[in-house]
């Protein structure tokens, strides 16, 4: 079965400044997607990035990055000019035939 | 647009009672899956379908049914409540192949 890591349960990270959110999962399937979701306070889940596995080159959506190493099987998330929304916790999640997440990563953005 | 929809939004249950928690999706996915999140371990898959009539196990199955009768449908049954089902239910979907999954807003479930 598929596993998801994240490493760091919690992190922190000034105003402004980038912070990385690590991610390794363990598949010996091809071709999957993986992606990050944002929880905030109010619970809901919310799509940041996504990767497909086939793309060599990395997603990007605005202020949010991916770095993903395929062979290292690792999937980091870089949040540039952090703001304090993006105080929430974070997920890893990998799919093939169904979707799996990590335990999360709680960041929190001091002013 | 409804998107996912999960009743109720919270529940408190004696040991042993059972109960059903809704997910109904407007959207035509044929995909819909139940996750529990628990403190310190993520989001964890208890069932997931692909379409209806079909269902298969996720990560944590036990003590938890399902079916999918309909596509719009994805009911999960709690045949005897147990304090360790105290947790937060989700409910998503997404198309085939999945790509993005939909959450319901999530429903608190305690155990007493």
């Known amino acids: 079965a598929q596993t998801v890591t994240q490493s760091q349960p919690e992190m922190s990270v000034q105003e402004a400044e980038t912070v990385t959110l690590s991610c390794t999962y363990d598949?010996?399937?091809?071709?999957?997607?993986l992606f990050w979701y944002k929880q905030p306070p109010s619970r809901q889940m919310i799509l940041v990035i996504r990767q497909e596995a086939y793309k060599q080159q990395n997603a990007t959506e605005n202020r949010f990055s991916v770095n993903f190493q395929k062979a290292a099987k690792s999937f980091s998330l870089k949040i540039s000019d952090s703001q304090l929304g993006d105080t929430a916790m974070y997920f890893c999640a990998f799919r093939l035939n169904d979707m799996r997440f990590g335990a999360g990563t709680r960041l929190t953005v001091k002013p | 647009n409804a998107g996912v929809t999960q009743t109720p939004k919270f529940q408190v249950l004696k040991t042993g009672q059972s109960m059903t928690l809704q997910c109904a999706q407007d959207?035509?996915?044929?995909?819909m899956s139940w996750y529990r999140q628990d403190p310190g371990m993520g989001l964890r898959l208890i069932h997931y379908?692909?379409?209806?009539?079909?269902?298969d196990q996720g990560e944590v199955p036990n003590g938890y049914n399902v079916s999918r009768s309909t596509t719009e449908d994805f009911p999960l049954r709690l045949l005897s409540a147990a304090p360790s089902q105290t947790s937060v239910y989700f409910c998503?979907?997404?198309?085939?192949?999945?790509?993005?999954?939909?959450f319901g807003s999530g429903t608190q479930l305690s155990v007493l």
């Open positions: 959207m035509n996915h044929e995909y």
């Open positions: 998503a979907s997404g198309g085939l192949p999945v790509e993005k999954l939909f």
């Open positions: 379908s692909v379409g209806a009539g079909i269902t």
């Open positions: 598949t010996s399937e091809n071709n999957y997607y």
